[in-house]
């Protein structure tokens, strides 16, 4: 999974980088709201980490674009102990969680993996869950029912992003800038061919229909219906 972390504090931003790579997360970082913005609307992550007070944009005033901008991503705020006002105003604005500086490595990651319970997006041993689909982050093995899905380490994090995405109409854009990141070198083509790859390994195991085209637009992981 792949978390946005963003801090103006270098020394705490490479805690909590260190805190979530030692969880198996893959985490970005930014040190400005603007930057922090910019990286979050992408939506490209599973979970933003936010601090509240940031150069040149507020965490609030981050939350807060979007989640007008449509945005359901799951975010953490980081706040002062006394910044009672601050909290409130970042949970009004749409924010999922808060958790007060200083603060313990163990909590952090308890209320981030919480919070990936409560919306759907792991299971309770930890594992991505959709239907038939089971994926383990710290394994980075992939199963359909009992049988395993033996993906090179490129399907596994497009498998990956689709079932934190299910039946959520995913752009090739998106799908690119999370699995190939922004400043690769292959092409947006890629992600066409990669498709191809994932979708004969689930045809092998039974479920050739799961990864359905949304003509003119992208992909989308859903087992029950077709989409024209």
């Given at each position: 999974?792949?978390?946005?972390?963003?801090?103006?504090?270098?020394?705490?931003?490479?805690?909590?980088?260190?805190?979530?790579?030692?969880?198996?997360?893959?985490?970005e970082?930014?040190?400005t709201?603007?930057?922090?913005?910019?990286?979050?609307r992408?939506?490209?992550?599973?979970?933003?980490?936010?601090?509240?007070?940031?150069?040149?944009?507020?965490?609030?005033?981050?939350?807060?674009?979007?989640?007008?901008?449509?945005?359901?991503?799951?975010?953490?705020?980081?706040?002062?102990?006394d910044?009672?006002?601050?909290?409130?105003?970042?949970l009004?604005a749409?924010?999922?969680?808060?958790?007060?500086?200083?603060?313990?490595?163990?909590?952090?990651?308890a209320?981030?993996r919480?919070?990936?319970?409560?919306?759907?997006?792991?299971?309770?041993?930890?594992?991505?869950?959709?239907?038939?689909?089971?994926l383990?982050?710290?394994s980075?093995?992939?199963?359909?029912?009992q049988?395993?899905?033996?993906?090179?380490?490129?399907?596994?994090?497009?498998?990956?992003?689709?079932?934190?995405?299910?039946?959520?109409?995913?752009?090739r854009?998106?799908?690119?800038?999370r699995?190939?990141?922004?400043?690769?070198?292959?092409?947006?083509?890629?992600?066409?061919v990669?498709?191809?790859?994932?979708?004969?390994?689930?045809a092998a195991?039974?479920?050739?229909?799961?990864?359905r085209?949304?003509?003119?637009?992208g992909?989308?992981?859903?087992?029950?219906?077709e989409?024209?």
């Amino acid at each position: 999974m792949r978390v946005l972390v963003v801090e103006d504090d270098p020394s705490l931003l490479a805690a909590i980088r260190g805190i979530f790579e030692s969880e198996s997360f893959h985490t970005e970082t930014a040190e400005t709201g603007d930057d922090g913005y910019f990286m979050a609307r992408q939506s490209i992550h599973d979970l933003i980490v936010l601090d509240i007070m940031l150069p040149s944009m507020s965490g609030v005033e981050i939350v807060r674009k979007l989640r007008n901008a449509g945005h359901k991503v799951p975010i953490i705020l980081l706040t002062a102990k006394d910044a009672i006002k601050d909290r409130v105003a970042g949970l009004d604005a749409g924010a999922d969680d808060y958790i007060t500086k200083p603060f313990a490595a163990l909590e952090l990651l308890a209320r981030a993996r919480a919070l990936l319970r409560r919306r759907g997006m792991i299971g309770a041993e930890g594992d991505l869950v959709y239907g038939r689909f089971r994926l383990s982050p710290a394994s980075r093995e992939a199963f359909i029912g009992q049988t395993q899905l033996h993906l090179s380490s490129t399907e596994y994090e497009l498998m990956e992003f689709m079932v934190c995405n299910k039946d959520r109409i995913l752009t090739r854009e998106q799908i690119f800038d999370r699995v190939w990141g922004f400043d690769s070198g292959a092409g947006l083509s890629a992600v066409d061919v990669y498709i191809h790859y994932l979708r004969k390994k689930l045809a092998a195991a039974g479920s050739e229909q799961a990864v359905r085209t949304v003509r003119g637009v992208g992909f989308m992981l859903k087992e029950d219906y077709e989409v024209q």
